[in-house]
């Protein structure tokens, strides 16, 4: 019975394999012995099966890396995000609601042996003192202020100790209680240090920092327009500029539009730490819609 080329082939994987019986076999070499394609297509098939398994495992390796910084970069943008959003509220319940001076709020101690006590009533969450040296060397002068926040209205009601105020036996000369509404200060303790009006006014020290970090701001983006077409200079500045961005942004965030401040530490504080918060997010964020872009396929319209 003669075999066609297509039962031949057909059979060859079995017979490459060794999975066919003797019978089968010997059908398969009579058949090509006078057959050349068929040869052909043996020698083929047994190269194949001779070729060496890729055991190379560096490319799972570098997908399975990728998948794991795309992974962190997640996260890192998800814990920044949730650290604002808690940097934030937090400056929100703690912001000061200066309070004007009353008697009730503060009251002056000065107890025998010359130290002076600050007792502040339940209203008050915080307060602030700053000291300088009398202009007549008599000793020193003390401005404070008080405030309340919501934290301590709402959450804790934790009422403030009395405080000395010249823990080290200073002289005190004045005490004056500052008002954050630009009316002059109050004198509740002591002899005025001038005969005319005293007035504490905020500090402009974050104007500074605002006023900068725009300046830095537009810097980076004229370099980006002049090296928009040098990738690596580009993606450096790309990541420079999110700096200005972040803090310009956090300011907003801490302080909305108003630059000045009666408590410039806490102030600046708050917004740095929303700051690098917001540049690892932003950065994070960055990087996700790199990789995004890069595996979106690009189309052409005919």
Known sequence: MKISCNMIRDLLPLYVEN??????????????ASCENCKKRLEEMRTLEELPIDTDIAPLRNIQNTLRR???????LSVMITLVFAVVTMAYLTTPAYISYNENAVSIIEQGDGTVLLN???????????????????????????????????????????????????????IYYYNTDG???????????????????PRLVLSYYVLFAIGFLLICGIGLAIFRKN???????????????????AHLLIKGLNSTTYLARRDFYAILLVTISLYFALLAGRNILKKLSIKKPKTTLK
């Open 19 to 32: 999975m066919a019986s003797q019978d089968t076999r010997d059908i398969v070499e009579e058949h090509i």
């Open 70 to 76: 795309e992974k962190l970069q997640t996260i890192i």
């Open 120 to 174: 502040f009533s339940e209203e008050v969450s915080g307060f602030h003192v700053e000291q300088y040296p009398a202009a007549d060397n008599s000793g020193y002068v003390y401005d404070i202020t008080t405030w309340e926040t919501i934290w301590h209205q709402k959450i804790s009601k934790n009422n403030l100790e009395n405080t000395v105020l010249n823990p080290n036996g200073e002289t005190v000369a004045s």
């Open 183 to 201: 009316s002059e200060n109050t004198l509740i303790y002591g002899d005025p240090i001038t005969d005319g009006s005293v007035i504490t006014l």
């Open 231 to 249: 990738e690596k200079i580009r993606n450096g500045l790309e990541k420079i500029i999110l700096l200005p961005i972040s803090y310009l942004f």
